[in-house]
């Protein structure tokens, strides 16, 4: 198969989670190419996750935000950028229910706002073929699975039920418009849950790690029998890679971890986990801890995603096990409190009060 070279690469939401994570697969990768990324550095953001790369000068960090036209325009003229990789998003869930208006305005108007700049941008150098814009969303945009249901696949049609995953269709749709409307080289991947280094602590196993290590009480909404597909972000990283280089333009690829859990059994894990590699903690055994809270509203039930087709069309499939990637992220958390800690600000305390009591 042959593969696109792309050189000039602009990563949106690079100081978040997955987009920090993907900065440091690509420059290990491609050691001496430069990325630039452009983030606002919301309360999810955070400018000491790539701290090292800004100053080896591989990365360079523009504060700003997706909104801004004049901004992400100057950006691809400037530094003469072949691809767009779109990670900058409000992702929480629960944030959603309580103030969907930041939602619709990054995802939704952001992400059209990045398309119409890159367009422009695109057909004012002759529309390059090998240019790239690849939009990374979630397996929410497809809804809620029974328990024997089948699992997502690309043509599973969207039902989004949280202004989040509302907000994420909304923007899948307009990435596949710009294909179809304009020929711009749009790609989207669609993605299960996502954990290891650098998750913020509002997500379910970091807030997990970091409750274990503060002895504070393990919240397990509902019933806790919700299950997601679990994936470590690096395997997320790759395949983002593998579809940015190899993959035909308009093209659309679910991906997953194929490690379906309860999250029950999940923070179940991951208490034992901390038990046999914490030295020190407040609370031993960690179980103890686990406390079962009011449910999120309109929780969906199952997410499961059918990989099959990034597996036969790309060759890419996951390769770290749900028992690795969980004890190389608990060990992460475990080492890292100097990440961590200060992310649990006034604002944190004040979101949490909002969200647990
Ligand atoms: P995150 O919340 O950790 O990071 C989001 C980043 O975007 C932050 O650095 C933030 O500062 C930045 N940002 C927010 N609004 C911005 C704006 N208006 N302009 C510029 N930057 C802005 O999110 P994440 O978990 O890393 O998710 C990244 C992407 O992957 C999102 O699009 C999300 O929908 C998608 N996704 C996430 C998961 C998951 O499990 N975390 C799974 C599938 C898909
Ligand atoms: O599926 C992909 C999505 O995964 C991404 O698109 C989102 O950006 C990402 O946040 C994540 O969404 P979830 O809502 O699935 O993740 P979260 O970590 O918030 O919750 C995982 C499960 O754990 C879910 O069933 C809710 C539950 N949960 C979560 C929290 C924060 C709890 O039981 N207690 C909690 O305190």
Not at 76 to 103: C, T, Y
């Amino acid at each position: 198969m042959t593969e696109l070279s792309l050189k000039r690469l602009l990563v949106t939401g690079g100081s978040g989670f997955i987009g920090s994570n993907f900065v440091r697969h690509w420059a290990q990768q491609r050691p001496g190419e430069k990325i630039w990324v452009l983030d606002a550095l919301t309360y999810a953001g955070n400018a000491k996750t790539l701290a090292d790369l800004v100053e080896t000068g591989a990365v360079e960090l523009v504060k700003g935000d997706i909104c801004d036209r004049t901004l992400v325009t100057t950006l691809l003229q400037d530094h003469a950028i072949d691809a767009v990789v779109h990670f900058a998003a409000e992702s929480h869930v629960d944030r959603s229910i309580l103030g969907p208006e930041a939602f619709v305005q990054t995802n939704v108007v952001g992400t059209f706002t990045l398309l119409e700049a890159f367009r422009q941008y695109w057909q004012a150098q002759g529309q390059p073929s090998q240019f790239r814009f690849l939009h990374v969303s979630t397996d929410e945009v497809y809804g809620s699975l029974g328990p024997e249901d089948p699992a997502f696949s690309e043509t599973t049609p969207y039902a989004p039920n949280s202004p989040y995953s509302a907000s994420k269709a909304g923007s899948d749709h307009l990435a596949r418009a710009y294909f179809h409307t304009y020929g711009l080289p749009t790609l989207i991947t669609n993605c299960s849950n996502n954990y290891g280094p650098y998750h913020f602590p509002e997500k379910l196993i970091p807030l997990m790690c970091v409750n274990m290590l503060l002895g504070k009480p393990l919240p397990v909404y509902g019933d806790g029998q919700n299950i997601r597909d679990w994936l470590y972000v690096e395997d997320h990283c790759r395949a983002i890679d593998r579809v940015l280089h190899q993959a035909q333009p308009g093209e659309t690829y679910n991906i997953g971890g194929q490690a379906e859990v309860k999250n029950i059994d999940l923070v179940h894990t991951l208490c034992d986990l901390m038990d046999e590699l914490a030295e020190d903690l407040p609370v031993r055994p960690c179980r103890d801890l686990i406390t079962f809270v009011k449910d999120r509203p309109g929780h969906d039930r199952r997410y499961a995603m059918d990989i099959t087709k990034i597996q036969t069309q790309l060759g890419w499939s996951p390769s770290v096990t749900l028992e690795q990637g969980l004890r190389q992220t608990v060990q992460w958390y475990l080492t890292h409190r100097d990440w961590w800690m200060p992310l649990l600000s006034a604002e944190y305390q004040s979101y949490y009060r909002k969200i647990y009591g």
